[in-house]
């Protein structure tokens, strides 16, 4: 009856190929082998997990390292720093002038998102990495994101792309002159 209780399990096996799903039957394959004392399942439940570990770390991977992942994050930056040249903007409205530092915006809008989405540094990391302010003067400043290489003043920097820019106090910044 042992026997014919393992081969019910074994077909949950086909799942362990499954992202997520394949985790939560690797697991629940784990314990009922321990149970039954089934090597085969035990190997079976174990492969759900690692093979779930192992999607998601080549995903996570592929979208930080590819063309194609540091293509759709600059695209995200870009969106992300629109976003802020709004939220600065709004500050200057009801503030009356720039902010000195974009830390400074939480204080009309708590839920502003000031980090650089191109950081290579993880949300868990102790020194996260914010998106570039600078207050140029009064009514002027710049705002960018050092790109996948995090390195300031490089070809790989992101600006916003405002069609409208002469209502607000945006600079942009090409070729290390401002425009």
Not at 90 to 102: A, N, Q, R, V, W
């Amino acid at each position: 009856m042992n026997q014919k209780l393992s081969d019910k399990y074994y077909w949950f096996g086909l799942l362990t190929i499954i992202p997520v799903i394949g985790l939560l039957i690797g697991i629940l394959l784990l314990r009922k082998a321990i149970i039954l004392k089934n090597r085969l399942l035990m190997f079976i439940g174990i492969f759900g997990i690692v093979f779930t570990i192992a999607f998601y770390a080549g995903v996570l991977l592929y979208v930080k390292y590819s063309d194609f992942g540091k293509r759709k994050r600059s695209e995200l930056a870009q969106i992300s720093l629109n976003r802020v040249v709004k939220d600065i903007e709004f500050y200057k409205t009801e503030i009356g002038s720039y902010p000195d530092s974009l830390e400074q915006l939480k204080t009309v809008d708590n839920m502003v998102f000031i980090m650089d989405p191109l950081s290579q540094k993880g949300i868990f990391s102790s020194h996260l990495e914010y998106l570039h302010y600078i207050k140029i003067d009064s009514s002027h400043y710049t705002i960018f994101s050092a790109g996948t290489d995090q390195v300031p003043n490089t070809t790989d920097d992101v600006y916003p792309s405002l069609l409208n820019l002469r209502k607000t106090g945006l600079v942009k910044k090409s070729n290390s002159v401002y425009q």
